[in-house]
Each structure stands twice: as C-alpha cells, then as structure tokens.
C-alpha cells in the first residue's frame, strides 16, 4: 500500500477512537477473528441445481458422508421454502444430513439467542446461507450494540473448527467486512462510497460478517456489470485485493488459496499500486492491475501469484483476435469481461477500451486495459465452457 495512504489510515484511526468513544459503529476491513482451520465457498449468485463442482465441493469440505449442512434461511422472503429446497438439493448430492437453522428476519429476536438454535449450529460441519437481502442477516446475527450474537459466535465457531462457511448471492455479499449492499457501477464512479443502511447515491456499504478476511467481494459480478462499483468501494474502503465472483461460479478459499470453480470465473482486482489522478475533476484511478481466474486456476492471498489449470494453453502465439476491442456500453452484462479476455487473446492489440456515457450528467468514464511484457493469458475449452485466465493486465480509469 502506498505510504501515504497508510499515513491516512492512521490519521484516521484516531478520529474513528474519538467517534468510538461516543458509540458510533466505523467500518472495517478487517476481520477481529483470526481464520484458522475453516474453509470458505463463495458463490456469485444464480447457482444452477446441476452445477455437482460446487454442491460436491461444499459437501466435500463439511464431511462428506459424515456431513452436516445448516442452512441459515435468513436472507430469503420465503424462508421455510428456500430451507426445504436446499435441503432436498444437497441430501441428492450425498450430504449426511441437512438441518434448519430456523434464524428469520421475523424470530431472530429470540431464536438468534435460543441455546437449541446454539446446539443445533454446534452439531453441524457446514453451513449454508441463501440468497436474498443480505441486510436480514446483519440485522438478525449482531445485536443492536453490534456484538454477535449467540448464534453468530456459534457460527464462528464451526469456521474456526474446521468447518465450510458457504453462500450463495446475498450469502456471499456478506462474507467480507465491509460488504457491498447496493449501488451501480457508474453512479458509484460519479458519487463514490456511503455508509448504510440507507442506499446512498452512489455505491453503498455496511458491516458484513467477515469470514472472509483476504478482500471486499462482490456477486453477480459480470453479469450486471459491477466493475466500477467494486473498485470504488474497495478504493474507498481500502483494500488492497477486491474479487468479483460471476454467476454460477464459487470462489473456494482454503488458507491462503484461493480456487475458481463452476461455470465462469472470478475477477481480481489489485489495488496496492493504485493512485488517483487529481487533475481531473471527477474520480479516476490508475494503475490498476487485473486478473482473472476459472476452472480449477488458483491464486494464492499471500504471494499474489496465479497457477493455471494445467489443461489450459498459454496464448502468446495462439491469439484469436484481431482488430479494435472497443464497447461505449462497459457497464453492461459481460462487455467489460469481453475486453479484457479478447485483450489477451489478441493476435493485434494491446489495449482495449470500454466507455460509458451519460447524457444528462454531461460525464463518461473510460477504462482502458493495457497488456504488457508480463501479461499472460490461458484458454481452453472445459466442460463446454470458453474458460479463460488472465493474468496481469493493468486498467486506468479516467472521466470524460
């Protein structure tokens, strides 16, 4: 991290102490609890029943045959519903035995302290949190002090025993602390980060559960275009490392190894050598450097360094396109994703570039991806899937 950004930080640990002092909740990248001997499956939403990668690999980690699933039905409208389905899903991919962890946004208020919830939780090797509003489960699991409750720390620790901490949309939008609750790309660019619960204009944040301490994650990442308000919340919020994870996709994190599994892939996004560029008036942050993983393709937290899926072939010398990479519509399902592999995969170029435009604010935001000396790209065809790696490019984004 740059050394005046550091600087801040702590100039702004004192004024947050004094905030403390009169009860106000500050946000925090980082998790109090040290992860230990858990492993995390991070799904980016809309998981298909037939996708067996992931089901196997969650019920793999809590057990196998000898696994528990808790499913924590929280986050859904229909709570009791989504509970029968992801029960009857996972006992036909071969769990031990599934079990409601019966926490709503209408009970939680007794049952997020019910010693018999506190068991039932203790008695499982995995856990399960479904989609919806990831606010029902912040609302439900912290107390109004914002201390865990009884059955959050029953939670932690099935992490810290060892056990698989899994969700799916909503279920993994609040892994991280902070977590992303609402906002759109360009609004994000043009207004930046608020603090929740109330949406703000631009990208908006609120504490997470924090099981995942490695960066700020987002879902349902290229299919909704969600690029530019991942790099601002994690830019304002400083983090290093922020990874969008695509639908049907998880991103299984065990130590400090991170996997790519499932349909698509996961972005990563590098902050530590980003910096803003003051003569613009409005936002812009260059050097950014990017990646993006699938398949089997592992990075690793510590050393930042990514092994491709042994399956895939380098692409230096096998290119497939030629001519401009170019899309005035960046911001729209998979077209940032589009630039980027076909940057890599380009028998020609060596930049591509997205732009947005809006009319009525008189403002556009350009992303311009650069490939360099170290940039790699892989590709193969697995299980009827285009799947890439994308290893170093390096984005700037700027106001026009």
């Known amino acids: ?8 930080i702590c100039v702004m640990l004192l004024v947050f102490i004094g905030l403390l002092a009169f009860g106000v909740w500050i946000p925090s990248n980082s998790n109090a609890k040290a992860q230990t001997g858990g492993s995390l499956v991070i799904v980016g939403g809309a998981l298909s029943d037939t996708n067996a990668a992931v089901y196997n690999k969650i019920i793999q980690l809590a057990g196998g045959a000898n696994s528990v699933i808790g499913v924590i039905p929280v986050n859904s409208a229909d709570p009791y519903g989504s509970y029968d389905f992801y029960r009857n899903l996972f006992l036909s991919y071969g769990a031990g035995n599934v079990v409601l962890i019966d926490i709503t946004i209408d ?11 506190v068991n039932t939780i203790n ?3 995995g856990i399960w949190f479904t989609g919806g509003d990831q606010m029902r489960a912040v609302t439900a699991l912290y107390d109004s002090s914002g201390n865990m409750t009884p059955a959050l720390q029953a939670i932690w620790n ?6 698989v901490i899994a969700g799916s949309s909503a279920g993994a939008a609040l892994m991280s602390n902070p977590m992303i609750i609402g906002g759109e790309s360009f609004d994000a660019l043009r207004y930046g980060s608020s603090w929740g619960p109330t949406l703000g204009n631009g990208v908006t944040l609120y504490r ?14 290229h299919a909704r275009g969600r690029i530019g308000r991942l790099i601002r919340a994690a830019w304002d919020y400083y983090f290093d490392l922020a990874f969008g994870i695509d639908e049907d996709t998880a991103m299984v994190v065990q130590g400090n190894t991170i996997t790519a599994l499932g349909k698509r892939g996961i972005t990563i996004i590098d902050l530590t050598n980003a910096y803003r560029d003051y003569s613009y008036r409005n936002f812009s942050l260059l050097g950014i450097k990017m990646h993006y993983i699938s398949k089997g393709d592992t990075f690793n937290l510590s050393t930042k360094n990514i092994t491709p899926n042994p399956v895939k072939i380098n692409l230096r010398g096998n290119e497939y396109y030629s001519g401009t990479i170019y899309t005035n519509a960046v911001f729209d399902p998979y077209t940032a ?13 060596i930049y591509a570039i997205g732009e947005k435009y809006d009319k009525k604010a008189k403002l556009g935001f350009r992303l311009r991806w650069d490939r360099y000396s170290d940039t790699y790209g892989y590709w193969q065809r697995i299980d009827g899937d285009s799947s890439y790696t994308v290893i170093n490019e390096y984005l700037k984004i700027t106001p026009y």
């Open 107 to 117: 009970n939680y208020a007794t049952n997020a302290y019910s010693q018999q919830i």
């Open 158 to 163: 099935v992490y810290n025993n060892g056990g």
């Open 337 to 349: 994703y589009d630039c980027f592999v076909k940057l890599v995969d380009s028998k020609t170029e």
């Open 123 to 125: 008695s499982c090797t």
């Open 208 to 221: 997470g559960l924090g099981f995942f301490s490695g960066g700020l994650v987002d879902q349902h990442f």
């Open 1 to 8: 991290m740059k050394a005046w950004r550091k600087s801040l």
